[in-house]
């Protein structure tokens, strides 16, 4: 393999798009951000049922705490018709970072979602003024909610395009709403994110620098929304990615589910349903991204300009740090090409007996060497 | 449900695309073409190993007419590189109906497939001068074999499209051999198949004229190549199968799988393995076609004057038999809208337990209700 990024120091990374769950799933997977090296993560808020309420956000962020301190959670409330501008301000108070927006029934846990953004132009003004995140989930819902007509259907092939008119004009109502348009998958996201202002910004995860649909056509583990798209939407994203554009920062979108849910085995029946979207790379989430730098750089895509530590630190950590407005990083950590394969994570407290697809979450690129990281 | 042919009577369909695989799978669904309302079947080679013989495939029709005498099978070679002039002309004596050509590893069990078609040229001459049918998978194959520009690659969505070229080249250059595009799904293939000259025709399935890409995101059970694509692809399919054109028929490519496969958990490891590609829709074939033209008459895709009797025999058995040159059918069945609910199929021989992912092959639309089909 490549190794470009071999031995080199780097500060700890931080990772704005993260799915920590809940109960068992919690305990096995937070203990994973920092072996990613990690130091700092966004809380995507959409537990069962989700996260609506400062305190329940304040739970959630001292269970998080007691299984490991040392990460900086920021914490996030989903967004739902219970959510006030009041709310906006006691969270604000509170220290809690964003609010996410799913639209209703389009990925894990979204059900609660949203169906018409004016009913939340209070929520989005109180926001604004008092300087909170948006968080979009940048997908037009399935078309059966929208349209009979077949020639205009949404599909999950078009359903990030289609969310654009609807990013623009939130951006244009809110001209000072800080808003990130969450893990861009295609080209026109990441053309839509530069056109805005500076206060609009865009997420890349780690798994949409390696996928494209055929990496997820018959293969569950690879499977997310929103899907990875064609070759050319990947290049984009490996382009903004080393851009040096401060727009564009890590949120890796690390969704853990048990492998018999990931091959649709858990509805009771013989075994037919359909498997659950989500991509789980949060145990390597840094090496996964230096080796689809160093995949791009290999295949010509990246110029070895565009591999700047500055360009690949503020990709990392700087730029997000910078647009949350929390503090840059003081620990730093040591990363060695080939230096590890990727394990999947045990999920205990169900079974005693070896870890079947019950309490397995199988991780990107499972048994593939990648960079292995030290903290120094 | 809408029942447009609610009642009706339909010559017997004949099927000019069918994976009866061997050994206790055959056993298993060779049975289920007549419950399909179909007594006329072209049957697919790819066995493991290929039906590259005369004798080989001889032998595999004597095998299916113990199972199922009263199903006319029309029985075809794997296009490779064993095959010569001579191999076509002893086929066409034997009544073999066709050659297929699978581009090497684009589906289930293509390792062995063309790699460039160019060779096969004498061969090709051969099945002009005596008259026999190249049956196309039209997918260029995978990208890695023929570019490393990320910005040229095929993927599972532009492969038939890349493919029409060849086809039109192969026509031009033998313009007298008898060509079917297999299993069209895009708009695009059923143009190209348009503007070819009255000896190429084109499939289409039953599951291609209910899938888009959004139905087999995640569900393995609807996963197959060459995968369903968009919407307006979709409704591409449904005017051609009732257009009258002679040059569009039925052909199933119903595609058995164990649902273990179908998940990707034969691997022998954690089950974290890749899904197998194909739709089973042999038991239902009849009833899912007309359920099909029911809910694009019900959304407007096509009108009552598309689903005259004329045409959907025509496209379920008419032009094809025409197009093989096999006698019509004389039989013929009753159908009854919601008559029955989709079944699975148990197949024998491994565990004397209850029928479980090893022992099941889902059928399309499992457990809905479809059209039952009497033979009278």
Same mark, same amino acid.
């Given at each position: ?175 000072? #709403?800080?808003?990130? /348009? $969450?893990?861009?998958?295609? &080209?026109?996201? !990441?053309?839509? +994110? %530069?056109?805005? *202002? ?87 989430? #840094?090496?996964?991204? /230096? $080796?689809?730098?160093?995949? &791009?750089?290999? !295949?010509?895509? +990246? %110029?070895?300009? *565009? ?70």
């Amino acid at each position: 393999m490549s190794s470009f990024f071999d031995g080199i120091e780097l500060p700890a990374a931080a990772d704005f798009h993260v799915h920590l769950r809940d109960d068992r799933m919690m305990e096995a997977v937070t203990p994973t951000i920092r072996q990613g090296g990690v130091d700092t993560v966004f809380v995507m808020p959409n537990l069962v049922p989700p996260v609506t309420t400062v305190s329940a956000a304040l739970d959630y962020k001292k269970r998080l705490q007691a299984i490991e301190p040392n990460v900086s959670y920021l914490m996030s409330l989903y967004l739902h018709s219970s959510i006030t501008p009041d709310t906006i301000r006691e969270a604000k108070r509170a220290g809690i970072a964003g609010v996410k927006s799913y639209p209703a029934g389009v990925t894990t846990n979204s059900s609660s979602g949203v169906v018409d953004y004016e009913s939340f132009y209070p929520v989005f003004a109180a926001m604004e003024e008092v300087d909170m995140v948006l968080n979009l989930h940048g997908e037009a819902p399935p078309s059966s909610s929208t349209t009979t007509d077949p020639m205009k259907q949404i599909t999950v092939l078009n359903a990030e395009e289609a969310f654009l008119p609807t990013l623009k004009s939130l951006h244009e109502r809110f001209p000072r #709403l800080r808003i990130i /348009l $969450e893990h861009c998958t295609t &080209a026109a996201a !990441v053309e839509a +994110v %530069k056109q805005c *202002g500076p206060n609009v910004a865009g997420t890349i995860t780690a798994h949409h620098l390696f996928l494209t649909i055929d990496d997820w056509a018959g293969d569950p583990i690879n499977f997310c929304k929103p899907v990875a798209k064609l070759p050319s939407d990947r290049v984009a994203l490996l382009k903004a990615a080393t851009s040096g554009d401060p727009k564009f920062f890590f949120g890796s979108d690390s969704a853990p589910h048990l492998l018999s849910a990931k091959k649709g085995l858990s509805d009771g029946g013989l075994g037919a349903g359909k498997c659950a979207a989500g991509v789980f790379t949060q145990p390597n989430v #840094l090496g996964f991204v /230096l $080796e689809a730098f160093d995949n &791009a750089l290999q !295949v010509g895509i +990246v %110029k070895e300009s *565009g591999l700047g530590h500055e360009r690949v630190q503020g990709f990392l950590g700087g730029y997000g740090r910078k647009f949350y407005g929390v503090p840059q990083a003081t620990r730093k950590v040591r990363v060695k090409a080939g230096g590890m394969n990727v394990q999947n994570v045990t999920v205990g407290g169900q079974s005693g007996n070896e870890a079947g697809m019950n309490d397995t979450v199988v991780t990107f690129r499972s048994g593939k060497p990648t960079y292995a990281v030290e903290w120094i």
